[in-house]
């Protein structure tokens, strides 16, 4: 009986040390602030159509570091430069993960994706390749005559629109011109032309993916919803996905015929993929290459769009600002009256305008979002393992404290300091910072100062309203889109030989 009752006690005894030590660790285990937030659904009613603007307004009441719930999904916003580096610098390693949201896991193989994998070995091998065969400054040089002869089908368009008095819209312009020098510089061919709406299904494709993928998905905070997939986000992705897939296989296969045919080889990336996947098979596969190929039209194709769209809608609104632009890349223009996209890189004026519409039209507002490996210390508080990081990019880039007149358009503002976007300036990270940070900065820099210097310099540009009522509204996805298109009519000014 004594020895029962000591047995007893002693488990309760047990029980009694497990739950001090328990509640001694949570208190230090101290969560950042934030808004209450209802039962079930947490702080979803405070987000709104437009989350980076109602989280900055968030975070002037709760902190740099804040905490919201929604549903089961627990997050940190970071909305200060501080708290940006605390989480991207300080604690990249820890932060790098990703939270797979469920419209991307339509997509077969979605575990082989640069975008979504944790940053392990496996990305390290896409991201050394996609380094080595896309984004290095030599691979960019060899492939420059590709996004030259795309950017010149745009001209032959606008040239031709112009003529006929034919409004252009702009966005639609420049994501066909943005797919296709990708396609080009993918797999050496067109996939789209700038008269239709689709040709083939690739505009759709892409398109379909961006909106769904950015979409609000109560499956993805409430994951018992997943099977039912109640918005149908799941069903849509995954059409467009198996599309991709099948064209992608379909490039692949050709390709592989055209190597065996022994005919010269076109040089481009995917003859490159498939070079470093002979060379290291065991980490680099068929399956990294069709991916990869879907992941970089995803994430480098509207980025770079509609930050040429913001840029011109930005121009056309600032005549003065126009004109400089033009006149800084007429002092570079060969004899021929053609831009060269290796002359217009070092102009300040343009990249002034470039970086300045990147900060007031940041084109990821949030970042994709991150999410922790480990548990980690940000500042004074203790963040769990598998939290979601959100980093507000926009509300920096819109801060009074490092930004006069913050949502001004003055790009002169980058003509006086050194402030670059390549993630060492927290206040103005437009494409992140740390390891997870985009690979594709030199190459959306051509793309954009190209089409942009291309459409300012050939032409002047008709509004169909006075400029007064140019709608700035944008709608929040997974990149910040005009709200009403960029409609303009093109009159050719200066015209090639
Ligand atoms: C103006 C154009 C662009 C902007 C504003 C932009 C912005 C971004 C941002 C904010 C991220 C997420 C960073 C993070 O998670 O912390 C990202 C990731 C990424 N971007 Fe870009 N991007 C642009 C163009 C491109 C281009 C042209 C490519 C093609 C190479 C590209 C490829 C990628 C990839 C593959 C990732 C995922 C990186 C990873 O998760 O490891 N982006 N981009």
């Not at 029962?4 to 739950?19: A, N």
């Not at 002037?60 to 905490?67: A, D, E, R, S, V």
């Amino acid at each position: 009986m004594e020895l029962l009752y000591l047995l007893i006690s002693s488990i309760v005894f047990f029980f009694f040390l497990l739950h001090v030590i328990h509640r001694n660790h949570n208190r230090n285990r101290k969560m950042p602030p934030g808004p209450t937030g209802l039962p079930v659904i947490g702080n979803l009613l405070d987000l709104g159509p437009k989350p980076h603007e109602s989280l900055a307004k968030l975070s002037k009441k709760h902190g740099p570091l804040m905490t919201i719930r929604l549903g089961s999904i627990t997050s940190v916003v970071a909305s200060t430069p501080d708290a940006a580096r605390e989480i991207l610098q300080r604690n990249d390693e820890a932060c790098s993960g990703r939270i797979v949201p469920d419209a991307v896991t339509a997509l077969a193989d979605h575990d082989a994706a640069v975008l979504w994998i944790p940053a392990n070995d496996e990305w390290r091998t896409i991201r050394k390749a996609l380094n080595t065969y896309l984004t290095h400054q030599h691979k960019l040089d060899t492939l420059r005559d590709l996004r030259q002869n795309v950017v010149d089908g745009m001209l032959d368009f606008l040239n031709e629109s112009g003529r006929k008095k034919a409004s252009v819209d702009i966005g639609k312009l420049t994501f066909a011109v943005a797919l296709n020098q990708m396609s080009n510089t993918c797999v050496s061919q067109n996939v789209t032309n700038y008269e239709s709406d689709d040709i083939g299904g690739f505009k759709t494709a892409v398109k379909t993916l961006m909106e769904v993928d950015g979409k609000f998905n109560i499956a993805d905070i409430f994951p018992v919803l997943k099977p039912l997939d109640p918005q149908n986000i799941r069903r849509q992705a995954k059409a467009a996905y198996d599309w991709f897939d099948k064209v992608t296989e379909g490039y692949i296969t050709e390709r592989l015929k055209h190597r065996e045919s022994k005919l010269p080889r076109f040089g481009d990336m995917l003859d490159s993929l498939l070079d470093y996947s002979e060379a290291n098979e065991a980490e680099f596969n068929f399956k990294h290459i069709k991916i990869l190929l879907v992941d970089l039209f995803l994430a480098g194709t509207e980025t770079s769009s509609n930050t040429t769209e913001w840029a011109m809608t930005e121009l056309l609104l600032n005549p003065d600002m126009f004109s400089r632009v033009r006149k800084e890349v007429s002092t570079v223009v060969g004899e021929d009256g053609k831009i060269q996209e290796a002359k217009i890189l070092d102009l300040p004026y343009l990249h002034a305008v470039i970086k300045e519409t990147m900060r007031l039209h940041l084109s990821v507002p949030l970042l994709v979002p991150h999410k922790t490996e480990s548990e980690v210390k940000l500042g004074e508080y203790i963040v769990p393992r598998n939290t979601q990081i959100l980093v507000n990019a926009w509300a920096m880039a819109r801060d009074p404290k490092y930004w006069q007149n913050p949502i001004t358009f003055k790009p002169e503002r980058f003509l006086e300091n050194e402030l670059d976007y390549k993630g060492q300036h927290f206040e103005f990270i437009p494409f992140g910072s740390g390891r997870r940070m985009c690979p594709g900065i030199p190459l959306a820099q051509r793309v954009v100062s190209l089409m942009v210097a291309s459409l300012v310099y050939h032409y002047d540009w008709n509004l169909p309203h006075a400029r007064e009522e140019m709608d700035m509204n944008d709608i929040f996805g997974l990149t910040l889109l005009r709200a009403t298109p960029l409609v303009a009519t093109p009159m050719p000014v200066i015209q090639r030989e």
